[in-house]
């Protein structure tokens, strides 16, 4: 984890797309990864083109974990949403969220989390989020 250039960390502050980016990027220690410079040099989002964060945004991207939005943008210093993260944290993990989920497990979720209705787009995502998973699955 790294702070702000006037030395501070800010810890009361919330955390933006761009910065949950460069934070998964170090976690994870994609520096290595199987992302060819050229990739890199083609910006994944049309408004990442030299922001500090491009590189790490440019890589999660290639390789599957990080989404933008459907006009083509990233908007990096939007604020992070819990959805976006429990989405991340799967994507990281190797979790999918895919297939068809039983009703009774709907019925868990549901109840377990009134705001999150089966019909919502992030619905599979955050149930994916609260199974337990053996962790040599990790």
């Known amino acids: 984890?790294?702070?702000?250039?006037?030395?501070?960390?800010?810890?009361?502050?919330?955390m933006t797309r761009a910065q949950l980016a460069v934070l998964v990027n170090n976690f994870i220690r994609v520096q290595n990864a199987d992302v060819s410079e050229e990739e890199l040099q083609a910006p994944a989002f049309s408004d990442v083109d030299g922001r500090w964060y491009e590189k790490e945004v440019n890589k999660l991207a290639r390789m599957g974990i990080l989404n933008g939005y459907e006009d083509g943008t990233f908007k990096g210093d939007n604020p992070v949403t819990r959805v976006e993260v429990a989405i991340v944290m799967n994507k990281i993990n190797g979790r999918t969220a895919t297939g068809n989920i039983?009703?009774?497990?709907?019925?868990?979720?549901?109840?377990?989390?009134?705001?999150?209705?089966?019909?919502?787009?992030?619905?599979?995502?955050?149930?994916?989020?609260?199974?337990?998973?053996?962790?040599?699955?990790?």
Request: proline share 4%; hydrophobic share 30%; glycine share 4%.
């Open 1 to 14: 984890i790294q702070g702000f250039e006037d030395g501070t960390y800010h810890p009361s502050e919330y």
């Open 102 to 138: 039983s009703q009774e497990y709907i019925e868990k979720v549901t109840s377990a989390f009134k705001d999150v209705t089966s019909n919502r787009w992030f619905f599979k995502d955050v149930a994916e989020a609260t199974v337990d998973h053996p962790a040599s699955e990790y």
